[in-house]
């Protein structure tokens, strides 16, 4: 809650139904809170709202539908929200994990990765930053430790989630001296319907991974790397010289 009001704060997630979104809903709802869902399939939103009702009954909830890869629904979707009274945090989680040799194949799969991944959630806080930048509040959003630095293995997703952070670090540079916050979202590989595909093994728990999030956007760090391993773990990625980078299978 804000400080000096008993009011509760307002929160919009959009990609309400990704696992980590899902359960940073659930840390938030642990007191009551306005929840804002939104999400491309009204169904699976709908799922997540009425489990959100169960678990916290003094929380306000609402299920939305929205288009992803439309500027102007985008834009409308903000305005509309930001219309309903102040917003205190946005958190855009919404993405994919595309196979990387169907992006080497088909230049339409790298689009939608490169779409879904990167412009949208830029445009996305570029909205909202529009509707929030003289009110406040935090706006959040989910990158990947994967946008550190281009691997073979996942570049399309990688340099989707690199647009994400340099985005980002633009408007943390126009805001800085107002009263939004800027978060980054770095996380490392999670255990999620999304990474169902690949081995347990070294997949953080994504109970966890929300609570990091949860916490860096508390504390409003610039940057979160989720779990915080990851910092180091990057760190020493993107300084490996490139003769020794070409040589590892990663």
Known sequence: MREGTTSMQKIVI???????AEHCARLWARQPVSLVLVGRELTRVQRVADDLRVRSPQSQVQALQARFDDPAAIGELA???AAEGRIDIVLIAHGNLPDQTACERDLSA???ALLVNGVSPALFAEAFAGMMQTTGGTIAVIGSVAGDRGRKS???YGAAKGLVDRYLQGMQHRFA???LKLVLVKPGP???PMTAHLPPRGLAPVEAVAQCIIDGIAAGA??????AKWRLIMMVIRHLPRFVFNRMDI
Do not use: E, F
């Open 110 to 112: 790298a689009q939608q």
């Open 154 to 156: 996942n570049y399309a």
């Open 79 to 81: 305005g509309r929200i």
């Open 190 to 192: 999670t255990a999620t």
């Open 222 to 227: 610039p940057v979160v790397y989720a779990p």
């Open 14 to 20: 959009i990609g309400a139904s990704s696992a980590i």
């Open 177 to 179: 001296r107002g009263p």
